[in-house]
């Protein structure tokens, strides 16, 4: 067995088994030392002192070129990803099962490859029978994409190196499994052990890779969480099985903005993008009725109009109910505590439920304003003005907070027809014409003036 280097040289970084006066490499005296362990702990089980190579280190002002992109052709998907799909990446998507994951990558790998790029559709859930029946659906039969059905991971690696493509697709990653891991594909091991794999191969040979992933039953993406750290991006398809409105969110991303998202429609054809999502989401809106309310939200770098909506009605329970569909359960709560215990307004034996029309899933603070305009108006049956919009950020005092993005809130909201806005008292406000502005300094009087409920 060969010795640890315990010795190395101070002029060439020769390493020996022991000490001597001259190094033998150079041929400088005197210039061999012991060098120290890099870890300490159980032979064999760490580093010991074996030396590595030196890695080359930059400075913060060296500007290094940003990575060449490929756009896809679709607004909403390049929007997504950041402006395209970025070389030698491996991107991460999650979906409830039947969303359309498959049919959304079939469409992206079809468009990639029109634009010159070589792609790969690798399949461990389908034949290659069943993805060229999606294809023929969907009208993209004609387009350069090469498909596999493999599950194991040792062939798929080999005909990617053989092939080189540009992009891979893999679909999905708990199908994959690994003949080093004495485990069942699916498990943690195996789909850990596949996506370091793939992500590393990617990034080694200059390949995009995306990632098809399941979801558990709270909505997270299954095994472990270590392969949402792995990959560069991670995207989740959202949406309602029975609505034809899909939305693909960027969760993390290295190369752009997170929390964007891209809006679809379900189509006879294939995922159609949706260019207006504020009109679409408000298309369906009827006549003024009570509990609904327009809020002017942000998604990522979008603003977006959305309808939501509630229903007070007596419970016939000793405890009451709270449905949330689009929004937190624990930001309701706290909603309607605040109503009850700053404004006067209780909901004590009152079933509440509240939705975001649509399919769409809110998670800025700045639809408390509206989320506490539709639960007062459907508690008092009263309507608000139909050209009306509203948002802002409710405190547990009752105040009333700013939010960001307050011009291009108003500017999405006069662009779609709408004439007032009901936000927070603003300190610096520039006019934005069209469009009146009622402010609001807290909630109680917010529920007064509108209402006339305290």
Not at 248 to 275: H, Q, Y
Request: glycine share 10%.
């Amino acid at each position: 067995m060969a010795k640890d280097l315990s010795f190395s040289c101070n002029e060439c970084g020769a390493g020996f088994s022991k000490w001597s006066g001259r190094c033998d490499a150079c041929g400088a005296w005197n210039s061999i030392t012991e060098d120290k362990a890099l870890s300490s702990g159980p032979k064999g089980k760490t580093l010991g002192g074996m030396r590595g190579k030196p890695i080359p280190l930059t400075d913060l002002e060296t500007q290094e070129k940003e990575p060449p992109r490929t756009t896809a052709g679709v607004g909403e998907l390049d929007r997504v990803l950041g402006g395209g799909l970025v070389k030698a990446s491996a991107l991460l998507v999650g979906g409830d099962p039947g969303i359309g994951k498959s049919t959304l990558l079939l469409q992206a790998a079809a468009r990639f490859a029109r634009n010159g790029l070589k792609v790969i559709y690798i399949s461990g859930e389908e034949s290659n029978a069943q993805v060229q029946m999606r294809a023929r659906r969907l009208g993209l039969e004609k387009s350069p994409v090469l498909l596999a059905s493999e599950t194991n991971l040792r062939d798929i690696l080999t005909t990617l190196e053989t092939e080189k493509p540009d992009l891979a697709i893999i679909d999905s990653i708990q199908t994959m499994w690994a003949d080093n891991v004495d485990s069942a594909p699916g498990s943690v091991s195996q789909v850990r052990s596949s996506a370091h794999e793939l992500t590393t191969f990617a990034k080694r040979n200059g390949m995009a890779v995306i990632m098809v992933g399941h979801v558990t039953k709270e909505g997270a993406i299954a095994g472990p969480r270590v392969v949402e750290h792995m990959v560069d991006t991670v995207l989740y398809f959202e949406g309602e099985r029975g609505h034809q409105f899909r939305i693909l969110r960027s969760v993390k991303n290295r190369f752009g903005p997170a929390d964007e998202i891209g809006v679809f429609e379900m189509t006879g054809k294939g995922l159609a993008e949706v260019k207006n999502p504020s009109a679409l989401f408000l298309s369906e809106r009827g006549a003024p009725a009570p509990g609904s309310v327009v809020f002017a939200g942000f998604e990522g770098t979008r603003p977006m109009l959305c309808e939501i909506q509630a229903l007070v009605a007596p419970s016939p329970h000793s405890q009451p109910r709270r449905s949330v569909v689009g929004w937190d359960g624990g930001r309701l709560a706290m909603i309607l505590a605040v109503l009850e215990s700053r404004c006067g307004v209780p909901f004590t034996g009152l079933d509440v439920y509240l939705n975001v029309a649509g399919g769409l899933r809110i998670t800025e603070p700045a639809a408390d304003l509206a989320v506490a305009a539709a639960l007062v108006s459907a508690r008092e049956d009263a309507a608000l003005p139909a050209d009306a919009a509203i948002f802002g950020e409710i405190s547990l005092s009752g105040a009333l907070r700013p939010v960001v993005q307050t011009e291009n809130r108003l500017k999405e909201a006069q662009k779609l027809g709408f004439t007032t806005a009901i936000i927070p008292q603003q300190a610096k406000l520039p006019a934005v014409s069209g469009i009146a502005l009622r402010h609001a300094t807290d909630l109680a009087g917010f529920v007064e003036e509108i209402f006339g409920a305290q």
